[in-house]
């Protein structure tokens, strides 16, 4: 099969614990891994679009903390009873340069859920700032975002790491999964039962996904870490940062 890329990084959603993406990203880049092509769902989506269009990790990091983008988690709550990402359209319609995939520095895929037609659609084409909206909508919490006739929702309800866009189109891919698997003790409160009852379904397909990408990284200290829990992201960070160091030494790619 012929090959279009060399690298193609895949990144998963996970709610605030897309943090840590921005921490394997550095990492690879301090090793001179810089990835062709990014495949990303949900928060793995917002990571990677603000990548691929040309912002470094730390500069990702500094203005979701220094903007105080926090806001995005700052729910308004409309008559439908659902909430609202007020605070994340606000942030990509301000701060991301390219309003389409095409005018990114790198080519990106992001997965959602297609509401009307219950299917799994992969986007790469046409205007961007609805699609990452719309594949960050996590079920039952949030609004269904519509584009058009149709209405969205978080990609990870089918697809939580979305190798599938790249298989076949890359020399190597790694897959960055932030979700790891635990044993939740406190489930109370709608937030929450919603919260854990989305995350037991997305981690049925992502064992499966891991196994087609070639370096995985999956940092098993975010355990406990919720995909809410914005005010920890420093530590989110270096967890992806010093995971990914490890994983490269294990494969031999460091360069020192």
């Known amino acids: ?112 859920t297609n509401l009307n037609k219950g299917r799994v659609e992969y986007i790469h084409q046409g205007p961007l700032p609805d699609v990452i909206i719309a594949s960050s909508s996590i079920p039952v919490l949030f609004e269904p975002h519509r584009i058009g006739k149709y209405r969205y929702l978080d990609g990870g309800i089918f697809d939580v790491l979305p190798v599938t866009p790249i298989l076949g189109h890359c020399d190597k891919i790694i897959g960055v999964n932030i979700n790891p698997h635990y044993e939740e003790e406190n489930i109370s409160g709608l937030i929450k039962v919603a919260e854990w009852s989305f995350y037991l379904r997305i981690l049925a397909s992502v064992n499966q996904n891991m196994q087609k990408c070639d370096i995985r990284i999956d940092p098993q200290k975010l355990k406990g870490f919720g995909i809410f829990d914005m005010s920890k992201a420093r530590e989110m960070y270096r967890i992806g940062y010093d995971e990914t160091k490890n994983i490269l030494k294990k494969e031999n790619l460091l360069t020192a």
């Open 1 to 112: 099969m012929k090959h279009n890329y060399n690298t193609g990084l895949v990144l998963s959603g996970g709610g605030a614990r897309g943090f840590a993406h921005l921490g394997v990203i550095q990492a690879l880049e301090e090793e001179g891994i810089s990835p062709d092509i990014v495949s990303g769902v949900s928060a793995g989506s917002i990571v990677g679009a603000f990548y691929a269009d040309g912002y470094s990790p730390e500069e990702i990091l500094a203005m979701f903390i220094e903007k105080k983008i926090f806001s995005l988690i700052k729910f308004t709550v409309p008559r439908s009873g659902f909430l609202k990402l007020t605070g994340l359209r606000d942030l990509i319609r301000t701060y991301l340069r390219a309003k389409t995939f095409e005018k990114l520095k790198k080519p990106l895929w992001i997965t959602v």
